[in-house]
């Protein structure tokens, strides 16, 4: 009868690189930031909304973490233009709303550009999550689809005017 050894699993084998770890919590944190810019916006909580602003912006500090150790350690070309998509639409954010300060959403030739650069960072975050990990794939998407539930709240009823700051 032989006997079968079993091996304990490596702990490290299974852990999630401490990098990649912030860059998920950086991506629930995203998409749940703008879920609640939607929500206080349909309050018409301008002051929650600009403080929340800044939050998102801040965001770019993870971001750009993930970005300098994915050009040092060889990471794939992907994962480097899913980080440029959300570092530009971050950017975007800052110029429009925080440094120009401009009413951008209601000029079509500037705002649907802004629309498909963030949706691009959107998923740029779900498509590295799953690239990382599929369980906090599957957990970044779900903050994703919290934003659009806020999106259709804020819709809802009629669409409360949101500042460009």
């Known amino acids: 009868m032989s006997r079968e050894t079993t091996r304990e ?3 490290e084998s299974l852990a999630m690189p401490i990098i990649d770890l912030l860059f998920v919590i950086t991506g ?3 998409h749940l930031l ?21 939050v998102v912006i801040a965001l770019a500090l993870p971001v ?8 040092l350690v060889g990471r794939p070309l ?6 440029i998509a959300i570092l530009l639409y971050i950017s975007l954010e800052l110029v429009l709303d925080f440094i120009l300060k401009i009413e951008f959403r209601k000029k079509p030739a500037i705002h649907i550009p802004y629309i498909v650069v963030f949706y691009g960072a959107c ?3 779900i498509g ?17 689809w919290i934003l659009l539930a806020s999106l259709i709240y804020l819709m809802r009823g009629g669409k409360k005017a949101m500042p460009s700051n």
Do not use: Q
């Open 9 to 11: 699993p490596n702990p």
């Open 28 to 30: 629930v944190a995203f």
């Open 34 to 54: 703008i879920a609640c810019i939607y929500v206080a916006s349909k309050h018409e909580r301008f002051d929650v909304v600009r403080r929340l602003g800044y």
């Open 64 to 71: 750009s973490i993930m970005f300098v150790n994915s050009l």
């Open 78 to 83: 992907r994962t480097i233009l899913y980080l």
């Open 123 to 125: 998923f740029s975050f």
């Open 128 to 144: 590295l999550s799953f690239s990382l990990d599929s369980t906090w794939g599957y957990v970044v998407s779900v903050s994703f």
